[in-house]
C-alpha cells in the first residue's frame, strides 16, 4: 500500500551551530525537487540530494497522501 505521507520539503543547515553557518531547502515538485539557495534555484534529482538530506536535513516537511 501507499505509504501515509509524502516528504515534500527539506530544511538543510550546513555549520557548526545552529546560531552559524549556512541554510538551504529543497522542494519537492512532481517527481522533482528543487534546491533554493540564496539567489541559485536548481532542480535537482532524489538520487542526488538523498545523501545531504540523510546527513544534514534538520526540518523535515510532509503531507499526508
Given at each position: 500500500s501507499d505509504?501515509?505521507?509524502?516528504?515534500v520539503g527539506v530544511t538543510i543547515h550546513l555549520g557548526a551551530?545552529?546560531?552559524s553557518g549556512?541554510?538551504?531547502?529543497y522542494?519537492?515538485?512532481?517527481?522533482k525537487?528543487?534546491?533554493?539557495?540564496d539567489a541559485k534555484?536548481?532542480?535537482r534529482d532524489w538520487?542526488?540530494?538523498?545523501?545531504d538530506i540523510s546527513a544534514n536535513g534538520t526540518v523535515l516537511v510532509?503531507?499526508?497522501?
Amino acid at each position: 500500500s501507499d505509504p501515509a505521507f509524502s516528504l515534500v520539503g527539506v530544511t538543510i543547515h550546513l555549520g557548526a551551530s545552529g546560531s552559524s553557518g549556512h541554510y538551504y531547502v529543497y522542494t519537492r515538485s512532481g517527481d522533482k525537487w528543487i534546491c533554493k539557495n540564496d539567489a541559485k534555484i536548481s532542480v535537482r534529482d532524489w538520487n542526488d540530494i538523498k545523501d545531504d538530506i540523510s546527513a544534514n536535513g534538520t526540518v523535515l516537511v510532509y503531507k499526508r497522501n
